[in-house]
């Protein structure tokens, strides 16, 4: 049988939350709906944080709420879930008021990164994710938790892995609903990938899924989701167009491209559920609204000739 990867499109929120071109609510949700019509059932849509420091991300509740009265968005047994990211439970009462379907917490692998993201320490950022979980979990909530800079750190340089296994087994030990390990600053390259991955495997319970969120700065994203997916991954976060990157990572470039990733996997055997064809009709409609061309390989070369 084939094995199934699932896809987390983050071009609405990760690709867009440090773009010079500010995106209306209209064109927020005029994204999401094609990355839904390319059949991706997941889509992290909005950042709960503070819009002076993120403002590309002030109209996070607006956006929930136009969703919210899509016809794609109400179908019985196969809508789309719509993620919000939060840092702390502030973020996550905006998320809640807001009728966020899933959230997502952010950690820190590093004080300093920690620091200049979320204005607290690395420890304080897991027990505000603990936190989270806890509540998120009393609402019924699906909670992921993404540990940033899992393989280096713009301020720190290498993040030693034993001090990431040791924070995958707090947050484990809290029952979110997903770990994901990210690549950040993409500083990683596969065979790291595996080693983290493995070890993580061992140290997560039955029940809590294992993601990935990699970026393509030094060009060995794609790399890394495959290694990641060949590892035991079952969710790989990618962006359309390969748009994104974090404003608070100096030169930390885009997301790998969700097309690339789909090209990828389905060639490799791996069943996605997510149309090539449609995601290369989304990612050139991006480019025409961005003005200018995405990172995106797939959707200049197309397909596989036939």
Same mark, same amino acid.
């Given at each position: @049988?084939?094995?199934?990867?699932?896809? $987390?499109?983050?071009?609405?929120?990760?690709?867009?939350?440090?773009?010079?071109? @500010?995106?209306?609510?209209?064109?927020?949700?005029?994204?999401?709906?094609?990355?839904?019509? =390319?059949?991706?059932?997941?889509?992290?849509?909005?950042?709960?944080?503070?819009?002076?420091?993120?403002?590309? @991300?002030?109209? !996070?509740?607006?956006?929930?709420?136009?969703?919210?009265?899509?016809? /794609?968005?109400?179908?019985?047994? #196969?809508?789309?879930?719509? *993620?919000?990211? $939060?840092?702390?439970?502030?973020?996550?009462?905006? !998320?809640?008021?807001?009728?966020?379907?899933?959230?997502?917490?952010?950690?820190?692998?590093?004080?300093?990164?920690?620091?200049?993201?979320? #204005?607290?320490?690395?420890?304080?950022?897991?027990?505000?994710?603990?936190?989270?979980?806890?509540?998120?979990?009393?609402?019924?909530?699906?909670?992921?938790?993404?540990?940033?800079?899992?393989?280096?750190?713009?301020?720190?340089?290498?993040?030693?892995?034993?001090?990431?296994?040791?924070?995958?087994?707090?947050?484990?030990? =809290?029952?979110?609903?997903?770990?994901?390990?990210?690549?950040? *600053?993409?500083?990683?390259?596969?065979?790291?990938?595996?080693?983290?991955?493995?070890?993580?495997?061992?140290?997560?319970?039955?029940?809590?899924?294992?993601?990935?969120?990699?970026?393509?700065?030094?060009?060995?994203?794609?790399?890394? !989701?495959? =290694?990641?997916?060949?590892?035991? $991954?079952?969710?790989?976060?990618?962006?359309?167009? +390969?748009?994104?990157?974090?404003?608070?990572?100096?030169?930390?470039? +885009?997301?790998?491209?969700?097309?690339?990733?789909?090209? @990828?996997?389905?060639?490799?055997?791996?069943?996605?559920?997510?149309?090539?064809?449609?995601?290369?009709?989304? #990612?050139? /409609?991006?480019?025409?609204?961005?003005?200018?061309?995405?990172?995106?390989?797939? =959707?200049? !070369?197309?397909?596989?000739?036939?």
């Amino acid at each position: @049988m084939q094995r199934t990867v699932e896809i $987390v499109d983050v071009a609405p929120r990760d690709g867009l939350q440090s773009d010079a071109v @500010m995106f209306t609510t209209q064109q927020k949700v005029a994204l999401v709906e094609r990355i839904v019509a =390319a059949g991706v059932r997941r889509v992290e849509v909005a950042s709960f944080v503070n819009p002076k420091r993120v403002p590309q @991300m002030a109209d !996070a509740e607006a956006v929930l709420a136009e969703l919210a009265q899509r016809p /794609w968005s109400r179908a019985e047994g #196969s809508g789309p879930s719509y *993620i919000g990211l $939060v840092l702390n439970e502030r973020g996550f009462d905006r !998320a809640l008021a807001a009728a966020t379907p899933e959230i997502n917490v952010v950690v820190m692998c590093t004080d300093t990164f920690s620091h200049k993201n979320q #204005s607290m320490s690395s420890q304080a950022s897991i027990d505000a994710a603990i936190t989270v979980i806890a509540r998120a979990n009393e609402h019924a909530i699906p909670v992921s938790v993404t540990l940033s800079a899992a393989f280096g750190c713009p301020y720190e340089g290498v993040v030693d892995p034993q001090h990431v296994l040791n924070i995958v087994d707090q947050i484990a030990g =809290a029952r979110p609903t997903e770990i994901a390990l990210a690549d950040t *600053i993409g500083a990683a390259v596969p065979n790291q990938v595996r080693e983290l991955v493995t070890s993580s495997r061992a140290l997560i319970y039955d029940g809590i899924a294992l993601r990935a969120h990699f970026h393509n700065t030094r060009n060995t994203g794609i790399a890394n !989701a495959l =290694a990641a997916v060949e590892s035991g $991954v079952t969710v790989i976060d990618a962006s359309l167009g +390969g748009i994104g990157g974090c404003p608070f990572a100096p030169r930390a470039t +885009g997301n790998i491209a969700t097309e690339d990733v789909v090209y @990828m996997l389905e060639r490799s055997g791996y069943c996605t559920g997510v149309s090539l064809t449609k995601l290369i009709e989304a #990612s050139d /409609w991006l480019e025409r609204e961005l003005g200018r061309t995405v990172p995106s390989l797939v =959707a200049k !070369a197309g397909p596989f000739p036939a």
